[in-house]
């Protein structure tokens, strides 16, 4: 949570070009999980130099306010509507430009671009390029292998979307089978904009798919997101360090949680260590004169905790399902039945899914004061 100032500011400097910081609202927030510094990313997005309604630096700001650590803006390649205002045979130049506004700030900009495709190719972002210009082919298939060949790590886009897959569930098609095969893709979207697709997941697992999660923001994130109370989805990676290598490595290894504001798609094995680093126990005592264990439980993440008691022992006064608001707490009173020294409290994570309708489960070992 940031002081009212800081909004007060933006509001009276927001139209004033130099003034380009400043997290207006709420912002997105995640603990680092053992091993790894948590990334909040956005590779997914628009601006004017493809189908997006905005400047690039308006990207930038939009980051800077709601806490993003590292963005992409992946233009199509092939679908370019507004090239007759804004022509750029260079189609580095979004990024060239988003680079520049971010100079001066905590924020990482990774190169990348939208391989743009009808169906069965569909549509996939390769980031951490070097130079968009040599992906635009012909052929898609020299797209991909020009892509692997500046080290891109390529994930398919919007895999259910319905202009492509009239039943809104993705088909791996034999194109993408051969680029996995080849080495040519190696993430898939499982929440973009709004859409989170369960078929992509299991694709994900089957096929041993980074997860990811993106905005595939055109117009403005407070339009699309603020306005409703939400957060954009993001993807966060689980990095050994800060920095855009680091991350490219993460990302490459599957290191990812796709967060969609209460809810959470990931491996189980980042998955719940991330649920895990979010909770923390600030209290436990027993009521005086009765075997109720009161657990205050505190929430560290921008996104409400959806749980559900796991536990061999019932609640006191309170449904088994409950949330724990982000970063705020919640009293859970627990009918152990006898006075314990140790308590084993097991919680399912109902907005968290570690594949297609599973929760994963978190315990701690509670010691009562
Ligand atoms: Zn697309
Ligand atoms: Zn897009």
């Known amino acids: 949570m940031k002081p009212l100032i800081t909004i007060v500011f933006f509001v009276i400097f927001s139209s004033v070009k130099a003034q380009h910081t400043h997290l207006a609202m709420d912002s997105l927030s995640f603990p680092d999980i053992p091993g790894y510094s948590t990334l909040i990313t956005d590779l997914h997005q628009h ?12 990207r930038v700001m939009e980051a800077l306010r709601e806490g993003v650590d590292v963005i992409s803006l992946t233009e199509h390649l092939e679908y370019q509507p507004h090239a007759a205002d804004i022509p750029h045979p260079d189609r580095n130049r979004s990024y060239d430009l988003a680079l520049a506004e971010a100079k001066d700030h905590d924020l990482m900009i990774i190169h990348g671009s939208e391989i743009t495709r009808n ?3 569909g549509h996939s972002n390769a980031v951490f390029i070097t130079d968009a210009n040599e992906l635009l082919a012909e052929e898609a298939t020299t797209s991909f292998s020009n892509a692997k060949k500046q080290g891109a790590f390529v994930f398919w886009n919007h895999p259910a979307w319905y202009w492509q897959q009239p039943q809104g569930n993705p088909v791996l098609s034999d194109f993408q089978k051969a680029r996995i095969t080849a080495g040519e893709l190696h993430g898939i979207e499982v929440i973009n904009t709004t859409d989170y697709s369960e078929e992509a997941l299991a694709l994900a697992l089957e096929n041993d798919l980074t997860i990811m999660g993106t905005s595939d923001i055109h ?4 339009w699309d997101y603020e306005d409703q109370g939400k957060h954009r989805p993001v993807t966060l ?11 490219k490595s993460a990302l490459f290894e599957g290191r990812t949680v796709a967060v969609y504001n209460e809810l959470f798609v990931g491996k189980a094995e980042y998955l719940i260590p991330l649920l895990q680093a979010s909770i923390s126990i600030i209290s436990s005592q027993y009521i005086e004169n009765t075997q109720i264990l009161r657990v205050e439980l505190h ?17 006191y006064s309170s449904s088994p399902v409950f949330t ?5 707490t919640y009293t859970l009173q627990i009918k152990t039945l006898e006075e314990m020294d140790s308590v084993t409290l097991k919680l399912r994570a109902l907005g968290a899914y570690t594949a297609p309708r599973i929760h994963p489960e978190i315990s701690w070992e509670i010691t009562p004061e």
């Open 47 to 58: 601006s004017v130099f493809s189908d997006g309604s905005v400047w690039p630096d308006i």
């Open 119 to 121: 169906a069965p190719i």
């Open 219 to 222: 117009g403005l994130i407070s």
């Open 237 to 247: 990676v689980f990095a050994e360090a800060r920095t855009p290598e680091a991350l």
């Open 299 to 315: 929430n560290a993440s921008s996104s409400d905790l959806l749980l559900e008691n796991a536990m061999e022992y019932n609640f």
């Open 324 to 328: 724990i608001p982000a970063g705020g």
